[in-house]
């Protein structure tokens, strides 16, 4: 029985090439797009899962008074760890780390000379208890002493091969910030899922006095402490405790409301309140949004099989009547064509293997990730096939099996079943409009994610950032003269050069993914109205180059410390001046130092547009000046960046030169947002695709069905362009009821995102205007095209035609 229902299938399969194509490609294309979702999902679900003590390791950190509502950062005091695991004996172990990015390493040769590396992912300064609280196989050495003593340092093997050619390396040096480490141990190579990627760790303890000396007053968010309880119940207590703790270490100190609390290890990844050391977090909320996408793809495209198979299903009757009249149960029918759907489905799943293969390779390195199909010990893989295929097989194959084995059998013999009469007819028109539904939500929902990448674009930030160059600059120790002197040289040298329209000296450029924030408030008031500020260390010729407009007083010398202070509009309505010239000659207290504000500049942004402008002090400080900005020609640019880098490597030969450009540096800021708009574009054009492929389908068989007709209104004289309408109209009632669907969910979906911007779009008639019409011109044009080709044939031959 089975060996003839199997040959009946393949023999189906062959007779009916045209839809079998559409059912086998639709669902080809909906699996393939699941399947590379699924592993998007697992890959960010399943961050920082593999530590044995995941229940139980918490992140300290600390939320406080902003002007603009609350603030949150991951750093906490390096004073913190100490003090909390003597005040909390819940605490099995608590461990500091202070991260380092780009940093430069140098690795002596016999020569005399060094091989320099920069590396981008940084070092990160650690606590051998670090290995007690996480885990992180180390290959050779011994964990818990290996960064015991100052000077100790732990590499991964894939740096240990990078920087010496071989793994073991324990007794070699390396050099970082002009201190030589010895390495005492080799670790793995940490997973591409985690929060922590460290591939260097330096020893606490190198630093540790220095860092004690910021005491509470200094938050940094790459100085994190992670604790491990002794119990994961004990946290409810703990936090319990915490503002007794705050009282008792900051007291009447605390002006800002700072409190400190402990974030699950498991929340790390998925909290975009606060950053981490991968500098990435993935919302629940995305990946909630990335797992409907999967399955509306799925769901298109059993759709269209569902359809394809009930249109035809009057074309198998008369086998039904058949079997029917032969003996066959229903419960036999209903086997035999849900083993059809499997076998389908089964086809279509190896496609959507090799399929897969394919697109991670192109995947990967867009998203920087290294997704792959393993086979050998992905139990969740293999619970996705399994899965997929037998979901994919019952919802495809349960409904059509059963329209075709309900079939009456005398009806059936007789030929008497038609299209229409067949109970898979509203079940069809109920299921396209479920896909226009799917296809236009997709399609309204891109339209506005798109909008607001290119507002973030085309926005005015406030300041100049095409065509400038961000050389960084060596932080050498000098004392203050002679840094300045040095620094000041090189400026005017780069100056000089031929395509050179500026320069200037900063802390950081006007937008940047570095930011100093700090309280400040005026003489004549307490130190309890303290309010925030970002800081900026700069030049006089910082505002020509970025042109900011001052719009009150005037501009910073060139000095190497401070004598005044400018701020910006967002300061004086902070500080609650009514105009800029209110402020100006007003002693303003920032960093202990008294200084008078002596110039007003126009607001500008400096993080990305999630945010609202803050307050800014702009001020002199030569000792904090860490970048060279360059004006440049950009007919130019070339010359422009060897001469700089000539410049560069004559004054400071120990060290690389690097260079980026502001406006790609600004563009980081909404990588994450860019990528996410390209593959739901993507994704977008997968659902319509497979949604083209059910309509052609569909199509094609009404094309069948009315060639008789079509023939007859045709030799009464109806035109192509009738009998075009007479196609499409239907579906054109479809799309409407699609619409008013799909419409309600976009706008309030996309709104619910829109709201983690400060700086948004606002979501009009033109975005719905658009998806309509967009879906009514693909349908149409799908519709339209198999329907022309009907209407052009001789209606003598549709007359003929059976």
């Known amino acids: ?141 011994d964990p818990f002493k290996a960064l015991d003593e100052p000077n100790e340092a732990i590499i991964s093997g894939s740096l240990a091969r990078k920087y010496f050619g071989r793994e073991a390396v324990i007794g070699e040096v390396l050099q970082y910030d002009t201190l030589e480490y010895k390495i005492a141990a080799v670790m793995e190579d940490h997973p591409a899922n985690t929060d922590l990627p460290f591939t260097l760790m330096l020893s606490m303890s190198t630093i540790k006095k220095d860092r004690d000396m910021a005491g509470w007053g200094s938050i940094w968010s790459d100085e994190q402490c992670y604790v491990l309880l002794k119990d994961k119940e004990a946290i409810g207590d703990v936090q319990a405790r915490m503002p007794a703790f705050v009282a008792k270490y900051l007291g009447k100190e605390n002006y800002r409301g700072q409190m400190f609390f402990l974030q699950p290890l498991s929340e790390l ?172 939500f997709f399609i309204m929902g891109t339209i506005i994610l798109l909008s607001q990448m290119n507002y973030f674009q085309s926005q005015d930030l406030g300041f100049r950032k095409d065509a400038v160059l961000i050389v960084p600059l060596p932080q050498i120790q000098l004392s203050e003269g002679t840094r300045g002197l040095n620094l000041r040289t090189l400026r005017e040298e780069i100056r000089r050069l031929p395509g050179v329209e500026n320069v200037s000296l900063s802390s950081t450029p006007p937008s940047s993914g570095s930011v100093n924030s700090t309280g400040f408030y005026f003489e004549g008031e307490d130190e309890s109205e303290q309010r925030d500020t970002h800081v900026k260390q700069v030049d006089e010729n910082y505002l020509s180059l970025y042109d900011i407009e001052i719009v009150a007083g005037k501009n910073l010398g060139d000095y190497d410390t401070a004598r005044g202070f400018l701020v910006n509009e967002e300061l004086v309505r902070v500080a609650g001046f009514q105009k800029p010239d209110d402020i100006i000659g007003k002693t303003m207290l920032l960093w202990g130092q008294e200084l008078p504000v002596i110039g007003v500049v126009k607001d500008f942004h400096t993080v990305s547009l999630r945010n609202r402008i803050e307050p800014i002090v702009l001020m002199n400080n030569v000792q904090a000046y860490r970048n060279l900005s360059v004006k440049v020609n950009p007919a130019r640019m070339k010359e422009v960046i060897a001469e700089v880098q000539k410049r560069y ?154």
């Open 649 to 802: 490597e004559e004054r400071y030969p120990e060290n690389l030169f690097e260079y980026t450009f502001l406006d790609e540096t600004i563009k980081q800021f909404y990588r994450g947002e860019q990528k996410m708009s390209i593959l739901l574009s993507v994704f977008t054009s997968m659902a319509i695709f497979i949604g083209c492929l059910g309509l052609f389908g569909l199509a094609t068989f009404m094309a069948n069905q009315k060639t008789k007709e079509i023939g007859v209104r045709k030799a009464l004289g109806a035109s192509v362009e009738s009998i075009i309408f007479l196609f499409s109209k239907e579906y054109v009632k479809l799309i409407f009821l699609g619409f008013a669907l799909a419409a309600p969910a976009v706008w309030f979906l996309m709104n619910k995102w829109l709201e983690n911007f400060a700086y948004k779009i606002t979501i009009g008639p033109l975005v719905f205007i658009a998806g309509f019409f967009a879906t009514l011109m693909i349908a149409v044009l799908t519709v339209g095209y198999r329907s022309f080709r009907a209407a052009r044939v001789n209606p003598i031959q549709s007359l003929r035609y059976e």
């Open 269 to 440: 990844h998925f909290d975009d309140r606060y950053s981490n050391y991968s500098h990435r977090t993935a919302p629940r909320e995305m990946l909630i949004a990335l797992s409907v996408i999967a399955i509306f793809l799925v769901l298109t495209a059993c759709i269209n099989f569902i359809n394809l198979t009930t249109a035809e299903a009057i074309k198998r009757s008369k086998e039904v009547g058949i079997r029917k009249s032969l003996g066959s149960s229903r419960a036999q029918l209903i086997l035999q064509f849900l083993g059809e759907t499997t076998i389908v489905t089964l086809i279509a799943m190896f496609l959507s293997l090799g399929l897969t293969q394919m697109a991670l390779s192109l995947l990967n390195p867009f998203l920087e990730l290294s997704l792959a199909l393993d086979f050998s010990g992905d139990h969740l893989l293999w619970a996705f096939i399994a899965g997929v295929t037998m979901l994919v097989s019952l919802l495809s194959g349960l409904y059509p099996s059963m329209v075709l084995s309900g079939f009456k059998p005398a009806l059936a013999l007789k030929n008497q079943i038609t299209n229409r009469s067949s109970s898979g007819y509203n079940l069809r028109r109920s299921l396209v409009v479920i896909q226009f539904v799917i296809s236009q």
């Open 1 to 141: 029985m089975f060996k003839n229902y199997f040959k009946t299938a393949l023999r189906n399969l062959f007779r009916e090439k045209g839809s079998s194509f559409l059912n086998i490609a639709g669902l080809t294309l909906g699996i393939t797009c699941s399947l590379i979702l699924f592993l998007l999902v697992k890959h960010l679900a399943t961050f920082d899962n593999f530590h044995s003590n995941r229940d139980r390791i918490f992140r300290i950190v600390t939320e406080m008074d902003g002007n603009n509502g609350k603030f949150h950062t991951p750093g906490v005091p390096a004073a913190l760890p100490d003090a909390f695991k003597e005040d909390f004996p819940e605490a099995e172990e608590v461990t500091f780390t202070s991260y380092r990015l780009n940093a430069l390493i140098k690795v002596p040769q016999s020569s005399g000379e060094s091989k320099k590396y920069q590396e981008e992912t940084g070092v990160v300064f650690a606590q051998p208890n670090f290995f007690r609280i996480f885990d992180r196989r180390i290959v050779e050495g």
